[in-house]
């Protein structure tokens, strides 16, 4: 019960994401990450995940956010830069994933 509201939870936070990304400098990205966060979300309270499909989408958030990570940590605030909010975001992607 606890994972079924923890994924209904993130997948309601990945669709506001998406809904909040009109006024970012790339938001095309931001749209497909967070859709497919959504979309894995979604199969996943519908048990139909392929196992795939999370894996590979989690390392590549993982990968891209261990890379801006090197951009970030010690010489950028994590929420008072859009460096540091990304890197968050990708974690939490990845984290969920």
């Known amino acids: 019960m606890f994972l ?35 979309v894995a979300g979604l199969l996943s309270l519908t048990k139909r995940l392929p196992w795939i499909f ?8 993982l990968a891209a956010g261990l890379v801006l990570s090197l951009r970030v940590i010690g010489q950028q605030t994590l929420l008072g830069s859009e460096e540091g909010r990304e890197m968050l ?8 994933m």
């Not at 994924?7 to 497909?32: C, E, G, K, M, R």
């Not at 999370?54 to 958030?61: D, I, R, T, Y």
């Not at 975001?89 to 969920?96: H, P, S």
């Open 4 to 38: 079924r509201l923890t994924t209904i939870s993130l997948t309601l936070l990945f669709i506001y994401s998406l809904a909040v990304q009109y006024n970012d400098p790339d938001p095309t990205l931001w749209v497909a990450i967070y859709g497919l966060a959504a």
């Open 54 to 61: 999370p894996v590979l989408l989690g390392m590549v958030c």
């Open 89 to 96: 975001g990708l974690f939490v992607t990845a984290l969920f």
